[in-house]
């Protein structure tokens, strides 16, 4: 079989691997943009994707150290501390280091896709894009026991950013840093600490926030990133 290429890059708000959502279709508000290479690029590769509302990404996690060979992981979804085979898994430690994410197709454009839900650093090469075929693919009665119930978050009133905070963003960047701040964006070996400092890197901004004794997350400080834009 011939060594595989990318097909395009993924543009998204996440300059870091932390902060990224663990799956495709948590954060709505996180929109990327499928750049596809100029050999891609012409109308004719994505002619009838209109007629779909979903679109399969099969990605590369192109940040990742090369795959120790390791046959077991720690997945978050069981406490980072219980192994389990990597093909039981979604780490990205994996033999090929790819990815695969659900996201929603909200536009066709020249040469790109703009799409939401993503859960990917800004790069992330493309190797394929298939349409989502839900009467194929949703299987109500499929089974996924320790991973069967979706991540817990947080309310909204949960999320405080204080207004001199706030005003800085413009609204699509402060509505994505509230939706992801909803999530437990901390490692899941390490639970929430009350009054401990965590940073991200996203949409241009590096947003640091702490735990509070009530249990809620507040922003505490935000800096815009040399050379950020918009």
Avoid at 167 to 179: D, K
Avoid at 195 to 206: D, I, K, L
């Amino acid at each position: 079989m011939a060594e595989i290429r990318p097909v395009a890059i993924l543009r998204t708000p996440f300059a870091e691997k932390f902060g990224v959502p663990r799956q495709s279709g948590l954060v709505l508000a996180a929109e990327g943009r499928v750049e596809f290479l100029p050999e891609f690029a012409a109308p004719e590769f994505v002619r009838g994707l209109e007629d779909f509302s979903h679109v399969w990404l099969v990605t590369g996690f192109h940040l990742n150290p090369t795959w120790d060979g390791a046959a077991t992981v720690r997945p978050p979804r069981l406490g980072g501390n219980e192994r389990v085979g990597v093909f039981a898994s979604r780490s990205p430690s994996r033999p090929n280091g790819l990815g695969l994410s659900l996201v929603e197709l909200v536009a066709i454009e020249p040469g790109a896709l703009r799409v939401a839900g993503v859960d990917a650093v800004d790069g992330t090469p493309v190797y394929d894009v298939k349409p989502y075929l839900p009467w194929a693919e949703a299987k109500p009665d499929a089974r996924s026991d320790w991973a069967k119930d979706a991540p817990s978050m947080r309310g909204a009133a949960d999320v405080v950013i204080p207004p001199e905070i706030a005003r800085q963003f413009s609204e699509p960047v402060l509505t994505l840093v509230r939706q992801l701040l909803t999530m437990n964006l901390q490692p899941a070996y390490q639970p929430p600490e009350a009054g401990r400092v965590y940073g991200m890197s996203v949409a241009g901004w590096n947003v640091r926030w702490k735990s509070t004794t009530e249990g809620k997350v507040e922003v505490v400080e935000v800096r815009r990133l040399d050379g950020a834009s918009g």
